[in-house]
């Protein structure tokens, strides 16, 4: 008799499901806790290069604030350095003289100066100081160093042309003292009368400093006495003959008349004391009257604004609380409303840059669409001396792109330098920008990092034996 065979051990098929359930659960749990572990160091990775590009940015535009290489890279030949060049402005504010721009070297051999060109021709004797510890003369001389007599034209001093970097603007020396008429106008015919009005009412101030000592003082015409009927109405011709050039102050109002064409507005203002009256009596140019030089009081030539249609004598606050000046990219866009692939500019439009001014207070909300436009004015402005630039020319398509720039103007009195780093996500779209004024080198100091001759920069040693390269401020 046989034996029935015991049951076989094994799973219903409710308790393989069951099993199969728990074991795509567990699956299903790890497969997620992985991602979620990716993504966590995806995320990480992409929030540490994000970091890591805007970090670089930020040291860029530090390196920028300090050695100005977004504006001129003293590594590039002189071809690829637009602000180095000289040239003429050929529009009528210009007259077709010869204007350098902020890097433009002030003496040299091997590129066109300054000097060489005639915009700012040295005499007298230039450098008028020794070179101090082997400082290849581009540091002011020893405090004791002898200054201008108060009443001599003759004065060697007096008769110095062009730039001295040895030389300190001492607030003691007379040749560095302005001798304009603070109340002396540009006097408009159809505002002040100018037909009746005498041009100058207290008295003729180019006797006492003006940039060509001993020349004939123009006459001009008056009439006596407007007011009374009874007085002869026909205009008497007053003229100023006799005066000896002694006593004459040539040097301040030569360096005002070098300096306006030499490195653009902004840099004129860079270059003067904080004090200094923009005045000059002249005897060539255009003139009032009077003999002032029209650029410093006019707003004709785009470095007077127009501040109520006042022309007389100022400083740097006045020409700056209502419009401001700047150095602008030479890279930027030539188009005024940047419209279209932006090209860099030529020659003539880059230096008439630099020699103009810039709306930026009360009339900026001008929103005129169908010509000049005041907001238009400052947005460009904005736009072409902070101009961001990319960090990376060459990258991966999927990494943020960060740009950087660093823009340089001139507002209320104020040298403001202004940093900008901003980053773009290449699949959002989204924007931070980290925006700071720095504390950077001015214009003087960036041209004394750069050789004066070809490309390079100038090697510094404050070593008692060593000796500096020439930079762009050295003297021959």
């Avoid at 602000?83 to 010869?98: C, H, N, S, V, Y």
């Avoid at 006797?207 to 008497?236: C, E, H, K, W």
């Avoid at 996500?425 to 003087?444: D, H, K, Q």
């Amino acid at each position: 008799m046989k034996r029935p065979a015991p049951p076989t051990a094994a799973f219903t098929l409710i308790e393989m499901m069951i099993a199969i359930a728990l074991g795509m659960l567990i699956i299903l749990t790890a497969v997620a806790g992985f991602r979620t572990a990716s993504t966590a160091v995806t995320s990480a990775n992409r929030l540490s290069l994000e970091n890591n590009l805007l970090r670089a940015g930020y040291w860029e535009a530090q390196n920028q604030l300090d050695f100005w290489t977004n504006l001129d890279d003293p590594n590039h030949p002189d071809a690829s350095r637009p602000l180095k060049a000289i040239g003429a402005i050929t529009d009528w504010t210009g007259q077709g003289r010869q204007h350098g721009l902020p890097f433009t070297p002030m003496y040299g051999t091997t590129s066109p100066s300054l000097e060489s060109t005639g915009v700012w021709p040295r005499g007298g004797t230039v450098p008028r100081n020794a070179p101090v510890s082997g400082l290849n003369g581009i540091m002011p001389g020893p405090s004791g160093h002898p200054t201008a007599t108060d009443a001599q034209t003759t004065d060697t001093l007096e008769l110095d042309k062009g730039w001295d970097p040895t030389f300190a603007w001492a607030p003691h020396d007379p040749r560095t003292w302005s001798r304009a008429n603070m109340a002396e106008k540009d006097r408009d015919g159809s505002l002040e009368r100018s037909d009746i009005m005498p041009p100058m009412i207290n008295g003729r101030y180019a006797i006492f400093g003006n940039t060509g000592p001993g020349a004939t003082l123009r006459s001009y015409n008056i009439v006596p006495d407007f007011n009374d009927p009874m007085t002869s109405q026909t205009p008497i011709n007053v003229t100023y003959t006799g005066y000896s050039s002694g006593g004459v102050h040539p040097w301040y109002y030569r360096q005002l008349d070098g300096l306006i064409n030499a490195m653009g507005y902004a840099a004129f203002c860079d270059y003067l004391p904080a004090n200094a009256i923009y005045t000059w009596y002249s005897n060539s140019g255009d003139r009032t009257p009077g003999d002032i030089n029209k650029f410093g009081i006019s707003p004709n030539y785009n470095f007077c604004n127009w501040d109520g249609n006042q022309r007389s004598s100022r400083g740097i606050y006045r020409n700056t609380y209502a419009t401001s000046f700047g150095y602008l990219n030479p890279r930027s866009s030539d188009t005024y409303r940047q419209t279209g692939t932006p090209s860099p500019p030529g020659g003539n439009n880059l230096r008439q840059w630099h020699y103009q001014h810039y709306e930026s207070d009360y009339n900026a909300y001008d929103t005129n669409a169908g010509g000049w436009s005041g907001v238009v004015d400052l947005q460009w402005f904005l736009s072409h001396t902070c101009m961001p630039e990319r960090l990376m020319t060459q990258m991966p398509a999927a990494w943020p792109q960060v740009q950087v720039c660093v823009g340089r103007l001139l507002k209320n009195a104020h040298f403001v330098a202004v940093a900008k780093v901003r980053r773009t996500a290449p699949l959002t779209g989204e924007v931070i920008e980290l925006s700071w004024c720095g504390l950077g080198t001015s214009l003087r100091g960036a041209r004394q990092q750069r050789l004066r001759d070809g490309q390079g920069w100038a090697r510094w040693d404050n070593a008692p034996s060593a000796t500096i390269d020439p930079n762009l401020d050295s003297p021959p």
